[in-house]
């Protein structure tokens, strides 16, 4: 199964990287008829004579079937929205998020008006509504009018930069928008609510009642994520603390959380073990509930892979076996990406198969390194060599997305594993005691302590000197090479032989001499980016900035986002090399003239539909050069 989901991984990655959804569908799908074809041919008259051939058409056929996959998610999520404000029509598919001054809601666009009248659409957008009386009651379900301009998400960003765009899109959104009071209209009709929605309700009455309870602050956050998934209430503060003590994995919900679950419910139902048929209701059982969980916390990529893998499992052992192997975990990523091409880019869904890959080749290795026969240092051990294991082979990717290393994940994820082990399963006591009152307190009371004290152990883990190296930046070509010298160290540790330590100090001296040239070989070509409101330098640079000008270099970049030059007079004009226009400019151009010689007038994306045409009219007529960064969202000036 490994050797199957290889073609199928390569096609959906060329696919992305390449074509973006620009190939023609039927392109992938002339590949995969002749592919079929060629197999029916080889199958019907050759047999298995021409084993290279097979294997080459298989791998051929994946590959466009993983092309394919891709193509038709892209055309499923890119439209051309109206360049201006326009009438919608959408449903609410997911339960609004509250922010500071908005509703964040994810939105379903039926329809959308045009000169025909109202045409269908059937695209995902996310929309900030604005808070009113009437904001406040809205939910899942409910279908909406309203009329705005939706932003496509800008697919160039700055480098260095999270690429938000290429992340709404590969979570099927096809744009953003907000919605002021008075511009939208409740039909009153509300559709049937999903089964996934269904779950996001759910998930909103356990949140409820862990409020009642009286968990607050950092510990209902901790709490919230640790068991149905809802990171909103996680401040920037916490995250950090997690993040640089390396267990920021515990709060997204991953393997660990399912395999607690899974364990849990296989020692609820250990009585069913009596009977092979029993044993099959177990299963079922078993396999039912996690599913359900998944649903509840929204199905994130993570979540799927380790379901998927403890449903393998729990079949496995019904049917008399008890092996974990590199099949069973292709057989979840095959037809993971089946489902969902995009799962491939998620960085969840990355780090957990490397995580579980790693402890099924790295642990072992690691295991032997020193035997234990006493329970509870046995225990601990196997902790200390899992970890080590999960760290050694997410190491390489932790730092090409992230650019650090945390240095004491090792001590970290010791006091972690136990702390959510209680957390867990005391949470689920929680929820069985409730009708007894005083064992629901008792319990509650020693929860929130235990989250108390997670909390603070990893901040007093964070504060610890040279707590994480920062500023670790590798190429996706190092990373490679990282993988491979890993692969000849194991090699090496399981079978030592001069010719494989020859092999492993070559490697070491391929990986530092390849960083060496990169780092020397590098190219010192300083860009200006203009994006966001904001003046940047790429590589990163220091510009000097007085009131709303920049200065770089000898260029002068002036950025309006209010009007504090409009009742300024000089003596002689300042020379500027580009008036940066964004959202909050409210003036005219002309007046400007009067203070700055203007060579380039920039419009930026967050101006208006009608407002940005009248500063193009107003650029046309006098004369005035400019660019509208609305296409792309951001402007790059080589220097």
Not at 6 to 25: K, N
Not at 127 to 138: E, F, G, T
Not at 211 to 222: C, I, L, N, T, Y
């Amino acid at each position: 199964m490994f050797r199957l989901t290889i073609p199928l991984v390569a096609g959906i990655f060329v696919s992305d990287h390449f074509f973006q959804g620009a190939l023609p569908v039927l392109v992938s799908g002339t590949g995969i008829l002749g592919c079929l074809i060629g197999l029916i041919v080889l199958m019907k008259w050759q047999g298995y004579l021409s084993r290279w051939l097979f294997g080459g058409m298989v791998f051929m056929f994946l590959f466009c079937v993983g092309a394919l996959l891709l193509q038709q998610k892209w055309q499923r999520v890119d439209y051309e929205w109206s360049s201006g404000k326009n009438m919608y029509q959408g449903v609410i598919v997911d339960v609004p998020q509250e922010k500071a001054k908005t509703y964040l809601c994810k939105l379903r666009i039926d329809k959308e008006m045009s000169e025909r009248g109202m045409v269908p659409v059937n695209r995902m957008i996310l929309v900030y509504i604005m808070k009113d009386s009437l904001s406040v009651n809205l939910r899942c379900g409910d279908h909406l009018n309203f009329y705005t301009r939706i932003s496509t998400p800008e697919r160039e960003v700055i480098p260095g930069e999270f690429d938000y765009a290429a992340y709404l899109f590969r979570q099927q959104i096809s744009g953003t928008a907000v919605i002021f009071p008075g511009y939208w209209q409740w039909t009153g009709k509300k559709s049937a609510l999903t089964w996934k929605q269904r779950a996001g309700v759910w998930r909103e009455k356990i949140l409820d009642s862990y409020r009642k309870w009286g968990f607050s602050g950092d510990e209902f956050a901790v709490l919230s994520a640790l068991t149905v998934g809802y990171k909103e209430e996680l401040s920037e503060d916490l995250r950090e603390t997690y993040q640089v003590a390396g267990v920021s994995h515990i709060l997204a919900l991953s393997g660990m959380h399912i395999a607690v679950l899974w364990g849990l419910l296989c020692w609820i139902l250990r009585p069913l073990d009596r009977s092979c048929l029993l044993r099959w209701v177990k299963c079922g059982i078993i396999v039912l509930l996690l599913w359900t969980f998944a649903f509840l916390v929204g199905l994130p990529p993570s979540v799927i892979r380790a379901v998927v893998m403890c449903m393998l499992m729990t079949a496995a052992r019904a049917a008399g076996e008890r092996t974990l192997s590199l099949n069973t975990l292709s057989v979840a990523a095959f037809f993971m990406l089946l489902y969902n091409p995009f799962y491939l880019f998620d960085t969840g869904f990355q780090l957990s198969f490397l995580a579980v890959l790693s402890i099924l080749f790295i642990y072992p290795v690691i295991s032997r390194c020193w035997r234990v026969r006493h329970p509870v240092p046995r225990y601990i051990w196997g902790i200390v060599a899992v970890s080590l294991a999960a760290q050694l082979g997410t190491a390489p990717v932790v730092i090409y997305k992230f650019a650090y290393f945390p240095v004491y994940f090792l001590p970290a994820n010791l006091v972690v594993a136990p702390l959510v082990l209680v957390i867990i399963y005391g949470t689920v006591a929680s929820f069985v005691l409730s009708p007894f009152t005083v064992l629901h307190i008792w319990v509650v009371k020693g929860l929130n302590g235990v989250l108390r004290l997670l909390n603070d152990s990893m901040q007093w883990v964070g504060d610890l000197p040279v707590s994480h190296s920062g500023d670790i930046h590798l190429s996706l070509l190092q990373v490679g090479i990282l993988y491979v010298l890993l692969f000849v160290v194991l090699s090496y540790l399981l079978s030592p032989s001069r010719k494989t330590l020859i092999t492993v100090l070559c490697g070491i001296n391929l990986f530092i001499g390849f960083s060496g040239c990169l780092y020397y070989m590098k190219e010192e070509s300083f860009q200006l980016i203009l994006a966001h409101s904001q003046v940047k330098v790429s590589p990163q640079k220091d510009v000097w900035q007085q009131d709303s000008i920049y200065h770089y270099k000898g260029m002068n970049i002036c950025v309006l986002v209010d009007n504090r030059w409009r009742s300024r007079s000089v003596d002689s004009l300042l020379d500027i090399d580009y008036m940066y226009l964004c959202k909050g400019f409210k003036g005219k151009i002309a007046p400007l003239q009067k203070i700055f010689k203007i060579r380039k007038v920039i419009l930026d994306a967050s101006l208006g539909g009608y407002r940005l045409n009248l500063l193009k009219d107003e650029c046309r007529g006098l004369g005035l050069d400019y660019i509208d960064m609305s296409p792309k969202g951001s402007y790059r000036i080589l220097l």
